[in-house]
C-alpha cells in the first residue's frame, strides 16, 4: 500500500509544478475573457451581421484565446531579461486589488460612465497586473520598494 502512494506523490507533486507554471497562463485568460465580455458588452455588433463581435459566448471566449496567446507569448521574453525584480509588498498589492475591484463593481453597477469609466477601467486593470506580477515600473524612478524582501 505504500508503493502507491509513493508513486502517487510524485506525479502530483509534477501537477502542482506544471500549474504553478501555468498561471499567467490562467491569468490572462480570464481576463482576455473578461476584455471580450466587457467588448461586446460595450461595442459589439447590434446588427447581427458580425459572426464573432454579435455573440457574447464568441467575444468573450475570444478575447480569453487573445489573453492566453498574448501572455504565452510575453512569458519567456519578461523570464529570459528578469529585469522585473519585485518591488510590492503584501499590503500595497492588497489595496491595489481592492481598489480595482471597487472600480470594476462601479462599472457593473453603472455609478461611472463616459470618459471616466474608460479611464477607470483601464487605472483598474493596471492596478490588478501590477499587484499579480508585484511589480509596479512608476517605482523605480521614484526610488519606491514596499517589499519587506528588499535585496
Not at 45 to 66: D, E, Q, R, V, Y
Not at 80 to 101: H, P, S
Request: aromatic fraction near 10%; charged fraction near 15%.
Amino acid at each position: 500500500m505504500s508503493d502507491t502512494n509513493e508513486t502517487k506523490e510524485p506525479s502530483i507533486r509534477k501537477i502542482m509544478s506544471k500549474f504553478k507554471n501555468s498561471i499567467p497562463q490562467i491569468i490572462g485568460f480570464v481576463l482576455g475573457g473578461l476584455a471580450g465580455f466587457i467588448y461586446y458588452y460595450k461595442v459589439g455588433c447590434a446588427s447581427g451581421t458580425c459572426p464573432i463581435k454579435s455573440n457574447p459566448w464568441l467575444m468573450t471566449l475570444w478575447g480569453a484565446i487573445m489573453g492566453y496567446l498574448i501572455i504565452d507569448i510575453l512569458s519567456p521574453i519578461v523570464n529570459k531579461q528578469n529585469t522585473m525584480k519585485k518591488n510590492m509588498g503584501a499590503i500595497d498589492k492588497l489595496i491595489r486589488m481592492l481598489i480595482a475591484v471597487v472600480i470594476v463593481v462601479l462599472y457593473f453597477t453603472h455609478v461611472i460612465s463616459g470618459t471616466l469609466e474608460i479611464i477607470l477601467l483601464i487605472l483598474a486593470v493596471i492596478f490588478a497586473l501590477t499587484s499579480l506580477i508585484g511589480f509596479c515600473p512608476l517605482y523605480l524612478p521614484l526610488g519606491i520598494n514596499t517589499d519587506k524582501k528588499k535585496e
